[in-house]
């Protein structure tokens, strides 16, 4: 026998002063069918009616389950448009939930003729603090820059040009509002396909010590607390792919920059050896700017 459940939701918000008017997302309407006993699959259909029931209550769990899986290979994009221009910046690498610990490849935009303009910048992901190296013009090729990510407006969720896995999770435990938008496949994997807005205030508060400052700076920073999302997680709970929508005041120039985050996280299990630098390998003078 089928039921029907339907849900229709979805924010409108805007972002900030670095960081302006936040994106708008419309509403959707999900539906899920079950089977009664006997139906091939009947733990998967009854996993999705408890979704759809209460798909807030799934995300606001979803970082934990992260945290239980321990590691992961981590793919992330980062696309920003602003004023007819459109770039994207790429990421790869890995990540250690429960020491709150990443290392990742970022690459920035090709110039127009499709020679890369920067080599690629090594980002070392660590609670309360981002290290950086290849960063900027002035600093030497064998230092590191280290930012505080408390200090941050926007918490390291745009700055270092990929959002911090964990804080990127935690985000969800501030969900305000979610549908579920049913079943689909993700890189061979079958996953539930979720959409929403997190507050981050409550993100914070509701955060882990390792993650709050940089989530409660990000509160504070943008313009409105609320970020639409897109999130998929598989049959275990665990995120994924999730892509987040900011909005910030372009500060060169008139007009915002859209900018829109997506993690990818495979191969749970991958060991995630990261080491941080030393202090006497942590650049102190004045990066130039370009």
């Known amino acids: 026998m089928d039921r029907r459940q339907r849900a229709g939701v979805l924010p409108v918000g805007r972002d900030r002063e670095r960081s302006g008017a936040l994106v708008a997302l419309a509403g959707v309407t999900a539906g899920v069918c079950l089977c009664a006993g006997g139906c091939a699959g009947g733990g998967a259909l ?3 009616a408890r979704a759809a029931q209460d ?3 799934v995300l606001r769990g979803a970082a934990d389950r992260l945290v239980a899986a321990g590691s992961s290979k981590v793919r992330t994009s980062m696309e920003m448009a602003t004023g007819g221009t459109r770039v994207t910046i790429r990421g790869e ?4 939930f429960r020491g709150r610990l990443g290392r990742l490849t970022v690459r920035l935009p090709q110039d127009p003729a499709g020679a890369s303009e920067h080599a690629p910048i090594t980002e070392l992901l660590a609670p309360g603090a981002l290290f950086m190296k290849n960063r900027g013009a002035g600093v030497p090729v ?7 990510t408390g200090r941050l407006s926007d918490g390291n969720l745009v700055t270092g040009g990929a959002t911090d896995p964990a804080a990127s999770a935690e985000l969800l435990r501030g969900t305000r509002r979610a549908v579920y938008a049913g079943r689909t496949e993700l890189d061979g994997t079958t ?5 929403g807005t997190a507050d981050l205030a409550a993100a914070a508060r509701g955060a882990p010590a ?8 990000a ?3 943008f313009a409105t607390a609320l970020v639409p999302f897109d999130v998929y997680l598989d049959d275990q709970g665990r995120v994924r792919k999730i892509e987040q929508h900011f909005s910030f005041v372009n500060g060169q120039r008139p007009g915002t920059v859209a900018v829109t985050s997506t993690t990818l996280l495979h191969d749970f299990g991958t060991p995630a050896d990261v080491r941080l ?6 650049y102190a003078g004045k990066i130039a700017e370009k």
């Open 191 to 195: 996953v539930r396909h979720y959409r």
């Open 219 to 221: 509160a504070k920073g």
């Open 93 to 96: 690498g890995v990540y250690d």
């Open 55 to 57: 798909p807030a209550a």
């Open 210 to 217: 390792g993650g709050r400052a940089a989530l409660a700076a």
């Open 277 to 282: 630098p030393a202090s006497t390998d942590i």
């Open 46 to 48: 009854a996993d999705d």
């Open 142 to 148: 064998d230092k590191w820059v280290r930012i505080d």
